[in-house]
């Protein structure tokens, strides 16, 4: 199968399911209000924008503006995802404190972004390039802490409900969080294949968790 073809197909489908998740969890807010769902939407939505962006690129089209927000976007929805579940915490210091360093390392992730040159990073269709070190550094500083937020919250409350759904959450945020690391192996649209089992886990993960 073409490499281009196949990059084409498996981000247009991540990008639909993300889509479809976000639209989800924005109805549930809707009908419950609940902040965590506003948060875990907002996160959703980033990931079906940066998906799309991913499609812009398999199809070839690429400037800095295109590639900072992809990159911009992908730091913030892990961010976003976490401040969904920082709202189950009852500790208002806690939620307080993430959301001072949340706001604070996104404001850094936009700083270097803006103001670093980024190359051509596409590779075969795919993000697959050498990023600068700064926004590398930046990003993790975001991603990292808000990885395990959700993993942390999700696991506690697996042990307090039994819900197993929850492990469908701690296993597509790892899936997606670690998703970059396949960059070392010699097909790198190995990327996108997983973050469409990550953003299946997650579905099944908050699908179920809002009943």
């Known amino acids: 199968m073409d490499i281009q073809f196949a990059v084409i197909i498996s981000t247009i489908i991540i ?3 993300s889509a479809a998740l976000a639209a989800l969890l924005t109805e549930t807010y809707i009908k419950k209000r609940a902040v965590s769902h506003l948060f875990w939407s907002a996160g959703m939505w980033l990931f079906a924008i940066s998906a799309l962006l991913e499609v812009v690129f398999a199809f070839g089209l690429y400037s800095q503006l295109l590639i900072k927000t ?3 976007m992908v730091s913030l929805l892990v961010e976003f995802l976490a401040m969904g579940s920082i709202m ?4 208002r210091i806690i ?3 993430y959301s ?3 706001a604070a390392s996104a404001v850094i992730v936009a700083y270097f972004l803006i103001t670093t040159n980024i190359g051509n990073i596409i590779s075969e269709y795919v993000v697959y390039g050498v990023i600068p070190p700064m926004v590398i550094v930046s990003s993790s500083v975001a991603t990292f802490p808000a990885a395990i937020v959700i993993i942390a919250v999700a696991a506690l409350s697996y042990l307090k409900t039994r819900n197993k759904k929850m492990l ?3 296993l597509g945020v790892i899936i997606v969080s670690i998703a970059g690391t396949l960059y070392i192996v010699e097909f790198p649209a190995a990327l996108y294949f997983a973050e469409f089992i990550g953003i299946l886990m997650l579905w099944i993960g908050f699908y179920d968790s809002k009943k």
Request: charged share 10%.
């Open 15 to 17: 990008t639909l399911l």
């Open 70 to 72: 992809y990159l911009l």
């Open 168 to 170: 469908s959450i701690i």
């Open 88 to 91: 189950l915490v009852k500790n």
């Open 95 to 97: 939620k307080y404190a």
């Open 100 to 102: 001072v360093f949340a």
